[in-house]
């Protein structure tokens, strides 16, 4: 759930990409890696196996910059696709802000679309949230391949709570940044439902608005994805747009997609061990870390250095808040001593006796 | 759960005063483990305050992977029919972490490394949990008013065009 934290001036809000195993969750945060500006991304941390099948979570820091002075991050997170994985499915969603529930528009991939949305509803109310209350959008990824149903089908089937919808071909970049668009502009407008104005209160959460993932935007009818031309990037689908009467600010703006990206991008192997819950077939586990390009621009950035031999110890961050002048505690650590030294004392005293009489 | 338990677990807005005060407990609990630092995450993963030496590497990275782990550790301990496993170590040559459940919903890693021993760290931190979970009750407590500015949608929207 989203995070205000006004001593660090941030926002952080959580967003997971959600959908049967291989739709194309990975690729779309790894679009989002290699083309966000580097000073908005963080590093893309991916506990994965060995073939690039995710086994807990791709992560990825998005900094949208500072906005009204506050800081604003969506911590992008991505989850296991395959069925065995559910558990550590669910953990991932626990305090999600939105959802991006990518689909395979493949017709043979119609039953584990289903099944997958039905298990995000499941573990979303096992956290007492549901898709009816929690912003989400959709994605229709792989259009082009020959099988891919039409986009009606895919609305009827699986865009239950008419939620913004986008066709993508994430492993070409194409669909990948308006969804992640849209998706943001759906949780901030919630953040402001809840925490705008003068009589928001910190005694509650700062919870998304029902509906409130259906665009606000009025109908535009959504072209179709080029095959071979630069995509100009789609609105929200005819049926995802109940043509309300105020239009949001935060409304998606057209974009042409860029070029397609390069193979999965270098990866720095930082573990190899293969979990005992991952399938038999699964090969050893590792997690690997995309380095940036550049460390994410912050507003009051922190020094990154250890500190050399003989500096000062725990040299207090810049950008960590300075306490106030509060005294610090010193007198429990004081008499927690004492309360050693005299059980140690008591203990030598009483080995001693023993001891003796033996 | 009651109404008034959802609340005070969904709260997720933090104040100068809080993070002050934590760092407060935060920086007593350093000088007496003589732990390198010290990171309070959010359940869901959200790095709350740190104190001690800077970090030389991303520590939303860190707090992720943090929650991720002890996420995983729970239900490692549901399905052994234990309520949770408050406490998880893991030993490196030459640094180690130690995190620790604080409350329902924020936990606390300790990194340290020679200078100190697991004993120290454990011992203070047990201390320095129970203290901070009474800051956190206490903040789960009180109803304050507090806003982002009203402009911060339609900003928002900006940053959003330009980062897209």
Not at chain 1, 212 to 217: E, L, Q
């Given at each position: 759930m989203v995070q205000i934290n006004f001593a660090q001036k941030t926002v952080n809000v959580k967003i997971v990409y959600y959908g049967p195993g291989m739709s194309g969750k990975t690729t779309n945060l790894e679009v989002v890696h290699q083309r966000a500006p580097s000073t908005n991304r963080g590093e893309l941390t991916s506990i994965s196996t060995d073939g690039d099948r995710t086994l807990f979570f791709d992560y990825m820091p998005l900094d949208l910059g500072t906005v009204a002075g506050m800081r604003t991050c969506f911590q992008v997170y991505t989850v296991p696709g395959q069925v065995y994985y559910n558990s550590t499915r669910k953990l991932v969603l626990q305090g999600v802000d939105g959802v991006i529930f990518v689909a395979d528009s493949s017709a043979s991939m119609l039953d584990q679309n289903i099944e997958s949305l039905r298990n995000l509803e499941e573990n979303l109310n096992e956290y007492g949230k549901s898709l009816s209350s929690i912003p989400h959008v959709m994605q229709w990824n792989k259009r082009d391949l020959p099988d891919a149903m039409s986009v009606e089908e895919l609305e009827r089937h699986l865009n239950h709570h008419r939620a913004a919808s986008f066709e993508a071909i994430a492993n070409t970049g194409q669909g990948v940044f308006p969804t992640l668009k849209a998706m943001a502009a759906v949780v901030l407008k919630g953040i402001m439902q809840e925490?705008?104005?003068?009589?928001?209160?910190?005694?509650?959460?700062?919870r998304p608005v029902a509906g409130?993932?259906?665009?606000?935007?009025a109908p535009s009818p959504r072209p179709a994805i080029p095959r071979d031309a630069p995509a100009v990037e789609p609105a929200f689908h005819p049926a995802a747009a109940p043509v309300p009467a105020e239009r949001t600010p935060l409304s998606v703006a057209a974009q042409a997609a860029p070029a397609a990206p390069a193979a999965r991008p270098a990866v720095r192997t930082i573990a190899a061990t293969a979990p005992a819950a991952a399938a038999p077939s699964s090969p050893a586990a590792v997690m690997r870390t995309v380095p940036k390009l550049t460390p994410v621009q912050r507003s009051d950035p922190r020094p990154h250095k250890m500190p050399v031999a003989g500096s000062p110890r725990r040299s207090r961050p810049a950008a960590a808040p300075a306490p106030v002048a509060a005294p610090r505690r010193r007198g429990n650590g004081v008499f927690t001593g004492m309360f050693v030294l005299l059980a140690a004392g008591a203990g030598a005293l009483l080995a001693w006796v023993v001891l003796s009489v033996l | 759960m009651s109404r008034d338990d959802q609340l005070r677990n969904q709260r997720i807005v933090y104040y100068e005063q809080d993070i002050a005060r934590l760092g407060t407990e935060l920086d007593a609990f350093l000088e007496l483990s003589k732990a390198r630092c010290t990171l309070l995450v959010d359940r869901d993963g959200h790095l709350v305050t740190r104190r001690g030496e800077p970090m030389k590497t991303s520590e939303e990275a860190i707090s992720a992977l943090i929650a991720g782990s002890f996420a995983a550790t729970r239900e490692m301990a549901r399905l052994l029919g234990e309520t949770e496993f408050s406490i998880l170590f893991h030993q490196g040559k030459r640094d180690s972490i130690q995190l620790q459940m604080i409350g329902e919903r924020t936990l606390m890693a300790t990194l340290f490394d020679g200078r100190t021993n697991l004993g120290m760290v454990r011992f203070y931190a047990q201390e320095a949990a129970v203290r901070i979970s009474k800051v956190f009750a206490e903040i789960a407590s009180e109803e304050r008013v507090g806003n982002l500015q009203e402009d911060f949608e339609a900003r928002a929207a900006d940053a959003l065009d330009k980062l897209f």
């Open positions: 925490a705008g104005g003068p009589k928001a209160t910190s005694g509650t959460a700062i409130s993932a259906r665009p606000a935007g | -």
